[in-house]
């Protein structure tokens, strides 16, 4: 008997790398990684090469999960300035639309504000917008869903002036939403120059105080635990200049499960956090006969044996409170023991509402 039966988890913020960066990630890498860590969809972030800012690749993207992916998949439309007209084209085949407001991995972001506006005002109103957005860009975030009476989703929560402005702003009862990475909960500056370019990422680790004030909002502001998976090579993080981003899919769950042992989350928050409101926020289809069976065995992460292509984790030598011994999905095994037994094109392409 498992320790702990849980619905399929959803990660509403993965980097599949599809197009042009398959030698990171691939949807076939990707979502075997996802199925081990207990997560049955995902949804795909658009700053690939090129990003999925037209229809043409979202195209390639979308053909690319079709064959490959093996739990179900979503995938996020991108807003670039010069393709801004072809934002209702490109709503059909995506689940959200991504919003980047600050500097991170790739050349995705819209600085100008007619640009932004465009997008409040393309985008279809039954579809989430999600933005990357920090210090100062939260206020704006959060300013445009007023404006346009819309709600916003906050990506990659990480300071306690953003998380306690998020408080604020649901407070007044504006339409926001934020998730929260577990390398913001679980790391902190204070590990950054151990780790170096392994414990580099957008938005950077936050200091303990800011770890302590995400904490702190864990059971009332927070809405989503998203790992923000996003898979560098070992050789490109040891260059001069290496990309930020850390790979999550894997170790998420058993992170959060260390929460549940030691007192600081229940097992219900922990569902709503990783399945009840990504699942409603991002209007995603319910899993019939999906479950998650956990052993609550503590564990410690070991630094390799990934599946994801990476090979990687920042998250090595931390003590995990459980791990994923059986994921079941639409009725089939998918993972068995530790195995992930799920073959490419098995999961579904979704679309969202
Ligand atoms: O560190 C990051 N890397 N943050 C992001 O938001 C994007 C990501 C990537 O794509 O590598
Ligand atoms: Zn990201």
Redesign the pocket.
């Known amino acids: 008997m498992p320790d702990l039966i849980l619905p399929g988890l959803i990660d509403v913020h993965t980097?599949l790398r599809v197009p042009g960066g398959a030698h990171k990630e691939t949807f076939a890498t990707g979502t075997a990684a996802a199925l081990a860590g207990g997560i049955t969809m995902v949804l795909a972030?658009p700053?690939t090469n090129p990003p999925l800012t037209t229809p043409e690749a979202m195209e390639m993207a979308r053909s690319a999960a079709v064959v490959d992916a093996r739990c179900d998949v979503g995938l996020y439309a991108g807003a670039a300035p010069e393709d801004i007209q072809q934002l209702p084209e490109l709503a059909a085949s995506a689940v959200a639309l991504k919003i980047y407001l600050n500097d991170?991995?790739?050349k995705l972001r819209v600085d100008d504000l007619p640009a932004l506006v465009a997008c409040f005002n393309l985008w279809p109103r039954e579809k989430p917008i999600a933005l990357?957005a920090e210090r100062q860009s939260v206020a704006v975030a959060i300013g445009l869903a007023a404006i346009y009476d819309r709600p916003i989703h906050i990506?990659?929560v990480s300071r306690r002036e953003e998380i306690e402005l998020i408080a604020d702003a649901k407070g007044r009862g504006l339409p926001v939403t934020c998730e929260v990475a577990p390398h913001h909960l679980f790391l902190s500056a204070e590990d950054a120059p151990r780790l170096g370019a392994l414990g580099?990422?957008?938005?950077v680790l936050g200091t303990p105080d800011d770890v302590a004030a995400l904490w702190a909002h864990i059971n009332d502001t927070v809405d989503c635990i998203a790992t923000?998976h996003?898979p560098?090579t070992l050789l490109e993080k040891r260059a001069a200049e290496p990309?930020?981003?850390?790979p999550g899919l894997e170790t998420s769950l058993p992170l959060m499960l260390a929460a549940v042992q030691d007192g600081r989350l229940t097992v219900e928050r922990l569902t709503a956090l990783m399945h009840d409101n990504p699942r409603r926020i991002f209007n995603l289809p319910q899993q019939p006969d999906t479950t998650v069976e956990v052993d609550m065995t503590p564990w410690v992460i070991p630094a390799g044996g990934w599946r994801t292509k990476c090979g990687w984790t920042p998250f090595a030598g931390l003590t995990a409170g459980g791990r994923v011994r059986r994921v079941v999905l639409r009725g089939r095994a998918v993972v068995e023991d530790g195995e992930v037994l799920a073959a490419p094109g098995s999961g579904r392409v979704i679309n969202g509402m």
Do not use: L
Request: charged share 15%.
């Open positions: 980097h972030m700053n991170t991995f790739g990357h990506a990659h580099d990422m957008r938005p923000d996003a560098h990309p930020p981003g850390v």
